[in-house]
T-cell receptor, first 115, second 118 residues
Framework: DGGITQSPKYLFRKEGQNVTLSCEQN?????MYWYRQDPGQGLRLIYY???????QKGDIAEGYSVSREKKESFPLTVTSAQKNPTAFYLC??????????????FGAGSRLTVL | AQSVAQPEDQVNVAEGNPLTVKCTYS??????LFWYVQYPNRGLQFLLK??????LVKGSYGFEAEFNKSQTSFHLKKPSALVSDSALYFC????????????????FGKGTKLSVKP
């Protein structure tokens, strides 16, 4: 089955530690996205990417970093500079960034808790 | 700037009754509108979208939505609710004239929790 795989599903982090969330897709989609979800706030865009080795900041990129070394993979690192990292993180993909009618396909999410 | 509003944090419906989840939007050009559903601790799943054409759009699981340009609304509806419809519903909008770059990204509402009681 084609889809998006996020890991780990649950992650606990001590303050001051960096953590990396994995996102892999086998849909052959060009565009990939990372969203953060907090209760009552909807989804906020962290980073997005259209092609390998290129990515752009979204609305809340501070304290996060990404890479796109392969088309299938778009890992997100939550750095110690992120002041309030406890949240549910969602990875998504679409055929292309440049077609507005495209539907996003989402992974199952990763829940990060800072202890 | 584009925006989307879901005025109700929660909607409660009895099983078998019709349901409506409200969404209003603001874009400078024509909108592309989407509804997604999220079950607990899961990612979002696509329900339906409006791009152009017929104002009444039919989607998955018996859901439909009506695009109303004059009221800038895109309310989600279902004639007969099921307990299994209980979930978090998100409306999203993209300006059809902007694509690529940050202005072309989807803007999501804050979500409406739908609770269907037996």
């Amino acid at each position: 089955d084609g889809g998006i795989t996020q890991s780990p599903k649950y992650l606990f982090r001590k303050e001051g530690q960096n953590v990396t969330l994995s996102c892999e897709q086998n849909l052959n989609h060009d565009a990939m996205y990372w969203y953060r979800q907090d209760p009552g706030q909807g989804l906020r865009l962290i980073y997005y990417s259209q092609i390998v080795n290129d990515f752009q900041k979204g609305d809340i990129a501070e304290g996060y970093s990404v890479s796109r070394e392969k088309k299938e993979s778009f890992p997100l690192t939550v750095t110690s500079a992120q002041k309030n990292p406890t949240a549910f993180y969602l990875c998504a993909s679409s055929i292309s960034l440049y077609s507005g009618a495209n539907v996003l396909t989402f992974g199952a999410g990763s829940r990060l808790t800072v202890l | 700037a584009q925006s989307v509003a879901q005025p109700e944090d929660q909607v409660n419906v009895a099983e078998g009754n019709p349901l409506t989840v409200k969404c209003t939007y603001s874009v400078s050009g024509n909108p592309y509108l989407f509804w997604y559903v999220q079950y607990p601790n899961r990612g979002l799943q696509f329900l339906l979208k409006y791009i152009t054409g017929d104002n009444l759009v039919k989607g998955s699981y018996g859901f439909e939505a009506e695009f109303n340009k004059s009221q800038t609304s895109f309310h989600l509806k279902k004639p007969s609710a099921l307990v299994s419809d209980s979930a978090l519903y998100f409306c999203a909008v993209r300006d059809a004239m902007n694509y690529g770059g940050s202005q072309g990204n989807l803007i999501f509402g804050k979500g409406t929790k739908l609770s269907v009681k037996p």
